[in-house]
């Protein structure tokens, strides 16, 4: 887990933008305003999250999934 954690630090620009975009998309359904474009952007994040539970460490699948299936809308 931490190689992976590691690579994605290594590619400075992604790990950056995921953040940035997690940002921007909880300050927008915070707010209210554009909530199904908030979550479509966020689909995507939630899915790798999930991927790398299921394929790289065990525990906390179930909480990944229960993620994934709260987003999807």
Same mark, same amino acid.
């Given at each position: 887990?931490?190689?992976?954690?590691?690579? *994605?630090m290594a590619t400075k620009h992604? *790990?950056? *933008?995921?953040?940035?975009? #997690? &940002?921007? !998309?909880?300050?927008? %359904?915070? !707010?209210?305003?554009?909530?199904?474009?908030? &979550?479509?952007?966020? &689909?995507?994040?939630?899915?790798?999250? %999930?991927?790398?539970?299921? *394929? %790289?460490?065990?525990?906390?699948?179930?909480?990944?999934? #229960?993620? %994934?299936?709260r987003i999807s809308f």
């Amino acid at each position: 887990m931490a190689t992976v954690i590691g690579g *994605f630090m290594a590619t400075k620009h992604l *790990f950056s *933008f995921v953040k940035v975009l #997690e &940002l921007i !998309t909880g300050l927008s %359904l915070l !707010t209210r305003k554009f909530i199904k474009v908030a &979550l479509l952007a966020l &689909l995507p994040i939630t899915v790798n999250i %999930l991927l790398i539970h299921v *394929f %790289l460490t065990t525990s906390d699948i179930p909480m990944a999934a #229960e993620l %994934l299936q709260r987003i999807s809308f």
